[in-house]
């Protein structure tokens, strides 16, 4: 099965008001190509999940800048002042998660569990509106899954079956993402034959993998 798709194609799955996680910490290990073919197609009203905003010229702070983005999943903002003035202007719908349980949750989706358990958030605004569970006397949060519809990821090589290796800190909120969306597009950076990548060095399965974006150099 060839999974490699070109800038039309994956234009083509896109619409308004869809769900998008985007990998990447601080823009390292970002899909830049990606969010540039997200940029070109004019989505828009984007639920955006990602674990920041990186800058307004970096990573998915680029969808802010933008105004694609109209609800916001993050851990944090701070980077980018755009995000934090398009929230003060009542612009874009923000949602603050500690980003262990943003991770938390994530792999709750993957994984096909109902949520996790967390102390995380107690007697905060964090835990506003969501069930408070006692288990051996002490009490938890309950935090439900996040998916989104579409997943974009970046690897640093990528074999022609979508397996996938990411280097250092580039591996970061990419392999969770990659099992909790509908459809999976990876960035390679590099792009190798099946079989390239040894099978311990494999991070994500191409099972997971939809979809490979290459950008020829």
Do not use: C, W
């Not at 905003?53 to 993050?74: E, N, Y």
Request: charged share 20%; proline share 4%; net charge negative.
């Amino acid at each position: 099965m060839n999974k490699r798709i070109n800038q039309h194609d994956i234009q083509a799955q896109l619409h308004d008001g869809m769900t998008v996680m985007i990998g990447g910490f601080m823009a390292n290990g970002a899909p830049e190509h990606l969010i540039d073919i997200l940029l070109d197609s004019q989505v828009k009203n984007l639920t955006l999940i990602t674990t920041d905003t990186g800058t307004p010229t970096s990573g998915s702070g680029r969808l802010i800048a933008a105004k694609r983005v109209r609800r916001l999943l993050a851990s944090h903002i701070g980077t980018n002042p755009e995000t934090g003035r398009q929230m003060v202007a009542k612009a874009l719908e923000v949602d603050l998660i500690p980003q262990g349980t943003l991770a938390e949750r994530i792999r709750a989706a993957g994984a096909g569990l109902g949520g996790v358990l967390t102390p995380t958030g107690l007697g905060t605004v964090i835990a506003e509106g969501k069930p408070v569970i006692e288990v051996d006397g002490e009490m938890f949060l309950l935090e439900k899954p996040l998916r989104a519809d579409l997943a974009l990821i970046h690897g640093s090589v990528v074999d022609s079956k979508g397996n996938t290796f990411y280097r250092r800190t580039t591996q970061n909120f990419n392999p969770l993402m990659a099992m909790a969306a509908e459809t999976v597009i990876v960035e390679a950076h590099e792009l190798v034959a099946a079989g390239a990548i040894e099978a311990e060095s494999i991070h994500t399965p191409g099972l997971f993998v939809d979809h490979i974006y290459h950008q020829e150099a």
